[in-house]
């Protein structure tokens, strides 16, 4: 019997606890952030999505912080991932306090944040990643090897203060802005591949939410056809005949769902697109089963952000 092992991505959306954190603002229902923990019925929501997916490797964004992950998991997820093993947040740069995780029914190795890098965009600005590039290796059973190693990111959004209808030239820069950062974040990740592995022999994966889809010159370094890693978008074996960035109507790939209030048309638009990843390595990609899926079904799922999950072959000698 074949040996198989999944890989998902899910931006589970402000996920905080119940508890305040005097040292943060971002828990707060009031002042800037306005966040609020999920109710119990959206938070079964978001769990029944990822074991929906039986994904053994989640990597996760938007998290309050490791006591919030482990409640949500041990609550609501199941005890597949344990703390001792399989659960690992790091704080990140975000001001609302918003992290990255990872879950994971294998044992884990080194985990490294790159939060502290400083790097310059395309247009010769300094920055470091608004959230993280959270480097998490999974091992074997027998912890004797490196599965693979993952690298969850959480990009640069898109939002902005400015209208395009009122403001559309400091629209227009804010975006200009945006998507230099989320560039000079996509190449810094490529520059931290290349430095620690091989990426023509090394089983890895870059995922998470990028804030862009996978036609955007921001994100040519990690998804463009040319990539300098030879990434492999895992979701882009299912069929989608329309090839817009973004669409009225959920398509299979789109992992997305944004209700934009629209003040040129007077209402309010539904617009759908992929903006989540898992990009595979050539070593990782050879063991693909072919099968993938975004379980986006447009009923809520306690978060804007959609679960995918890609299926893998055990490489032989490794002890899953």
Not at 16 to 44: E, N, Q, T, V
Not at 79 to 94: A, L, M, R, W
Not at 246 to 273: F, M, V
């Amino acid at each position: 019997m074949a040996r198989i092992f999944r890989i998902a991505t899910y931006n589970v959306e402000n996920l905080y606890d119940r508890f305040d954190d005097p040292y943060s603002s971002g828990d707060d229902p009031w002042g800037r952030f306005g966040s609020s923990p999920k109710p119990r019925a959206r938070l079964y929501d978001m769990a029944y999505r990822i074991r929906q997916s039986r994904a053994d490797v989640i990597g996760l964004q938007e998290i309050e912080n490791f006591g919030a992950l482990v409640d949500f998991t041990q609550g609501s997820v199941g005890p597949e991932f344990k703390t001792t093993k399989g659960i690992v947040s790091q704080q990140s740069n975000d001001p609302r306090g918003i992290d990255l995780g990872l879950l994971s029914t294998l044992p884990l190795g080194r985990v490294i944040s790159h939060r502290f890098n400083e790097f310059k965009t395309p247009l010769g600005r300094k920055y470091r990643f608004g959230r993280d590039c959270l480097q998490v290796e999974v091992l074997s059973k027998d912890r004797a090897q490196v599965l693979l190693t993952a690298f969850v990111c959480h990009f640069k959004s898109k939002y902005t203060k400015y209208d395009p209808v009122d403001e559309p030239a400091k629209y227009a820069a804010d975006q200009a802005r945006s998507a230099d950062k989320r560039a000079g974040e996509a190449n810094e990740v490529v520059r931290i591949i290349r430095e620690q592995l091989n990426p023509a022999s090394d089983r890895f994966v870059v995922m998470g939410d990028l804030n862009d889809t996978p036609d955007s010159a921001a994100l040519a370094p990690l998804c463009g056809s040319l990539n300098p890693l030879g990434l492999f978008n895992a979701t882009s074996l299912l069929d989608q005949d329309d090839a817009p960035p973004g669409s009225e109507t959920r398509r299979p790939r789109d992992t997305h769902l944004w209700n934009r209030y629209d003040r040129a048309q007077g209402k309010r638009l539904k617009t759908w697109a992929q903006i989540d990843h898992m990009l595979c390595s050539p070593a990782l990609w050879a063991l693909s089963t072919g099968k993938t899926e975004v379980i986006n079904s447009p009923q809520t799922q306690g978060s804007d952000h959609y679960i995918s999950w890609a299926e893998f072959n055990v490489p032989d000698g490794v002890n899953v």
